[in-house]
């Protein structure tokens, strides 16, 4: 019995050493999910594609890939149907839809012009946390040193997305003011 006790001691020292080298090894400042996130942590990333107007697939220097999705944003879909519940004031009829539709794709055009192909850094909230539905990656995204995320509310092509990040209030005046001015895909409210 103590030969098996002393086996599964050794055993289990082991597999901590294993565990600690393997946290050691490879831990770079490019990291894409460091697990104690702080609201100043960024990585520079290249796009490879762009999903649609609020999803983005990235590529990180170590050869690593992921999705991300934007913080704080909820643009018009483009592969599914929307709900023009989910933007207020946009009427629940065929024209409501197709307007979001088309506002959709206008939202896509503007990720592909800004950011297809380019450097951007990826910024993480502490607030958010690290990952959000179908397990992709949420961040702020800064292109030429500005906020893409905020530049998508500021021309109406998305609306606030009721989730909890540090940007929150920001991004509801930023809303508020496109929605007064009826730009985007607040053309479409009735």
């Known amino acids: 019995m103590r030969r098996r006790d002393a086996l599964l001691v050794l055993c289990c020292l082991f597999a901590l050493s294993a565990g600690c080298l393997s946290v050691s090894v ?7 999910a460091p697990t104690t996130a702080t609201p100043e942590t960024e990585v520079t990333v290249r796009v490879t594609d762009v999903v649609d107007g609020d999803t983005i697939d990235v590529r990180f220097p170590d050869g690593r890939a992921d999705t ?33 539709r088309r506002h959709g794709e206008r939202a896509s055009s503007f990720a592909v012009d800004r950011l297809a192909d380019r450097e951007v850094r990826l910024r993480f909230d502490a607030d958010a ?37 540090r940007e929150r209030d920001r991004y509801a005046a930023l809303e508020r003011e496109a929605r007064e001015a009826g730009r985007g895909v607040w053309s479409c409210a009735s």
């Open 26 to 32: 490879g831990d770079s400042g490019d990291a894409p």
């Open 68 to 100: 991300v999705r934007l913080l704080g944003v909820d643009t018009p879909e483009v592969h599914v149907e929307n709900d023009p519940a989910e933007f207020e004031g946009v009427p629940d009829t065929e024209a409501g839809r197709s307007c979001l």
């Open 129 to 165: 946390g690290r990952r959000g539905g179908y397990d992709r990656l949420l961040a702020y995204v800064v292109v030429d040193g500005q906020s893409f995320n905020a530049a998508l509310l500021e021309r109406g092509h998305a609306r606030l997305y009721d989730s909890s990040f």
